[in-house]
Structures are given as structure tokens and as C-alpha cells.
């Protein structure tokens, strides 16, 4: 079982940047497929992006520009974030999947292994 933390999460002004950082502890021989979601308060978690356990990057329709997933190594990837905007408030969660079926790219939040804690990025006018 891994664990997962998130980092770098804060207050911005719109038209900031900030890059958030997730690190895997637990599971530093496996190769897992990694993105970051994001969710409003009341709403379901939104994928942003995923890197695939073959080291592909997808970028989610459902987030605009300005958001760049990287990956460090296999246990730790950052997310990118420029010109952020309030509507960008959110709670920012990295996950990662380390089973063989779900290596990525994913369509959604539902049933991905291992989640960290979240980060909260607020965006102010």
C-alpha cells in the first residue's frame, strides 16, 4: 500500500502560479500510473491530468490550459499550475494506481488505489 502527500498548495493571485508536488512512500519498487484531480467544495473529484505506468501524459478535456502534469521519477510528479484563476479554487489531490488493469490513463476519480490528503490552492481576484 502506498502513500501518498501532497505539497505547494496556497493562496495566488489570479493570473499566479503555483506548483503543487505529490511523493509516493511505501511502494518505491512498483511503477504506477499518477495524475492529480481537483474538487470543488459539495462536487465530485475532477481528473486534470495522468501520467500512464508507460510514462504517457493525458490531459483532461475538462480542465483548461495552464495546468502541466511532470514526473520526477517514479514516486514523486508535480503539477504545473499558470495563470490561475478564482475559478481554479479547489481542493487539489495526486493519486496514484499501482495494479497492473489500472495503469492509465483513467477517465475518473472511481475506485484508483491510493490518494493523498489534498491541497488546498485558493485563487483570489
Known amino acids: 500500500q502506498v502513500q501518498l502527500t501532497e505539497s505547494g498548495g496556497g493562496s495566488v493571485q489570479a493570473g499566479g502560479s503555483l506548483k503543487l508536488s505529490c511523493v509516493v512512500t511505501?511502494?518505491?519498487?512498483?511503477?504506477?500510473?499518477m495524475g492529480w484531480f481537483r474538487q470543488f467544495p459539495g462536487k465530485e473529484r475532477i481528473l486534470i491530468s495522468t501520467?500512464?505506468?508507460?510514462?504517457?501524459i493525458y490531459q483532461s478535456d475538462d480542465v483548461e490550459g495552464g495546468f502541466t502534469i511532470s514526473q520526477v521519477d517514479k514516486n514523486s510528479w508535480f503539477l504545473q499550475m499558470n495563470n490561475l484563476k478564482p475559478e481554479d479554487t479547489a481542493m487539489y489531490f495526486c493519486?496514484?494506481?499501482?495494479?497492473?488493469?489500472?495503469?492509465?490513463?483513467?477517465?475518473?476519480?472511481?475506485?484508483?488505489?491510493?490518494w493523498g490528503l489534498g491541497t488546498q490552492v485558493t485563487v483570489s481576484s
Open positions: 501520467i500512464t505506468r508507460d510514462g504517457l
Open positions: 493519486a496514484a494506481d499501482c495494479r497492473l488493469d489500472y495503469g492509465g490513463p483513467w477517465s475518473g476519480a472511481a475506485g484508483l488505489e491510493s
Open positions: 511505501g511502494s518505491v519498487f512498483k511503477t504506477c500510473g
